[in-house]
C-alpha cells in the first residue's frame, strides 16, 4: 500500500528532523566526551615571592616555616588561601565557567600572596579530566607557591576521568604540591606541620579523604538504605589519633585543623547547639549516613581547633562547638550550583563564590575570614 503524497512529505519531514536531532546530539556527545583544556595562559601569571620553606627530609611529618633574612625560623604568621569546589568541569557549557573560576582563583592568589593554597575537594571534575589537572597544576606551579588539595566525592569519579590514586601521581610530580597518597584508607591523608621554630610546631595541618560514596557492602553493615555519601574510615582515624599523640610527644601541647570535603555528622550539632560566628546554613548538611567516630577522636586528642569543608555549596557559616571551629568554606567554582543557579538570590552579584583566609599566628591561634569574589560587582 503506497502513501499518499502528503503523507509522503510529513514522512520525509520527520525523517530529516530526526536527522538534524541526531546529528546535534552527536555532535553534543562528541564535545562532551574532547578533554577540553582550561582557558588561560600560564605567561599571564605573576609569580609570587615567598619565604616559605617546604622541609620533607624523611620525617613522618613533613613542615613548613617562613624563613628570616639568613634562613632561619622567622616565626612570622603564615597565611593559607583556600579553594572549595571549584568543579573545573569538561561540558562544552562549563567552558566559559571554568574561565571565570580560573580568573577568580588568579585574582585571590596575585591579591592575597598567601604561604600556601588548600583546596578542599571537587576540583577537577567530569570525563577525560588529564588536561585540566595538568593546566590547574602548571598555573599553580607558575606562582611558586605550596599548595596542598584533599579529594571530594566528585574527584576521579568516573571511570574515563584519571582515578584519585592516578591524580596523586600526576600532581606529585609538581614541586609545589604537598599531596601525599598516604597508607591509611583514602587518598590524600597527610599532616603537614607548620613551624616557628625547630622545636616549636604552631599548627599540624591535617588533610583527609573523606570519601566520595558508602559502598553496598558498608551500606549493608551499618544498616544503610539508599544512596549515602561517604565516611572517615577507622583506619583513618586510628592514623590521626596516633599522629596527634606523636606530635604532641615531640612537641608538647601542640595545635591542629583539619581539611575535609565531606562535612562530618556533627556540623549539623554544631549549627543547632553550637555558636554562631557567622554565616547560615543555607541548605540541608550532606553528610555520611553512619558516624564513624571522628569527632570522638578529635576531642580525645584534644588539639584539632577547627575543621573546615566544603561541599554543601550555599553552606557557609563558622560555629564554634565543644571548642572546636566547624567552618564551610566559600564555595569557589562557577560550573556547578550556587545559591544564583538555585534561584535563592536574584542577582549574580550575590552568588557568593568566594574563598578563605586563615592566617596562622606564631602562637598557634589562628584567624579566619571568608572573602568574595567582586568579579559580578
Not at 573545573?88 to 574561565?99: A, G, I, M, Q, R
Not at 598516604?182 to 590524600?188: S, W
Not at 549549627?271 to 560566628?277: A, F, Q, R, V
Request: with cysteine.
Amino acid at each position: 500500500m503506497s502513501l499518499s503524497q502528503p503523507k509522503k512529505k510529513r514522512m520525509i519531514i520527520l525523517i530529516v528532523i530526526g536527522c538534524v536531532v541526531l546529528l546535534a546530539v552527536g555532535i553534543n556527545f562528541l564535545l562532551t566526551m574532547a578533554p577540553i583544556p582550561l582557558q588561560f595562559r600560564v605567561k599571564e601569571v605573576l609569580s609570587q615571592s615567598t619565604n616559605v620553606v617546604y622541609v620533607d627530609n624523611g620525617e613522618e611529618f613533613p613542615f613548613l616555616y617562613k624563613a628570616d633574612s639568613e634562613g632561619g625560623y622567622s616565626g612570622e604568621n603564615l597565611k593559607i588561601l583556600t579553594f572549595t569546589d571549584t568543579h573545573l568541569e569538561t561540558k562544552l557549557t562549563s567552558y566559559s565557567k571554568n574561565t571565570l573560576t580560573i580568573e577568580m582563583l588568579k585574582k585571590n592568589i596575585e591579591t592575597e600572596k598567601p604561604d600556601l593554597i588548600v583546596f578542599t575537594g571537587d576540583i577537577v571534575t567530569g570525563i577525560f579530566t588529564t588536561n585540566r589537572l595538568k593546566g590547574l597544576a602548571d598555573m599553580l606551579e607558575a606562582y611558586g607557591v605550596y599548595w596542598a588539595p584533599v579529594f571530594g566525592n566528585h574527584d576521579g569519579e568516573f571511570a574515563t576521568s584519571r582515578s584519585r590514586e592516578e591524580i596523586c601521581e600526576i600532581w606529585g610530580e609538581y614541586e609545589h604540591c604537598l599531596l601525599k597518597k598516604g597508607d591509611v584508607d583514602g587518598y590524600g591523608n597527610y599532616i603537614i606541620n607548620i613551624k616557628t621554630s625547630a622545636t616549636t610546631v604552631s599548627q599540624s595541618l591535617v588533610f583527609m579523604d573523606s570519601g566520595s560514596y558508602m559502598s553496598k557492602s558498608d551500606k549493608e553493615k551499618y544498616g544503610v538504605s539508599g544512596t549515602s555519601y561517604d565516611y572517615i574510615k577507622q583506619s583513618q582515624i586510628d592514623w590521626y589519633k596516633q599522629s596527634m599523640s606523636t606530635i604532641k610527644a615531640r612537641y608538647g601541647d601542640t595545635k591542629s585543623m583539619l581539611f575535609i570535603h565531606i562535612p562530618l555528622v556533627e556540623y549539623e550539632d554544631a549549627y543547632e547547639d553550637g555558636e554562631l560566628l557567622y554565616g547560615e546554613k543555607k541548605e540541608p548538611i550532606c553528610a555520611s549516613e553512619y558516624n564513624s567516630g571522628m569527632f570522638d577522636a578529635i576531642l580525645e586528642a584534644g588539639s584539632t581547633q577547627a575543621i573546615f569543608c566544603g561541599h554543601d555549596h550555599v553552606n557557609d557559616y563558622d560555629c564554634l562547638y565543644q571548642g572546636v571551629h566547624f567552618v564551610y568554606l566559600q564555595k569557589s567554582g562557577y560550573a556547578s550550583y550556587d545559591l544564583y543557579t538555585k534561584k535563592m538570590v536574584v542577582s549574580e552579584s550575590l552568588r557568593r563564590q568566594g574563598t578563605n583566609v586563615i592566617t596562622i599566628l606564631s602562637d598557634g591561634s589562628f584567624t579566619n575570614e571568608p572573602k568574595l569574589n567582586t568579579r559580578f560587582q
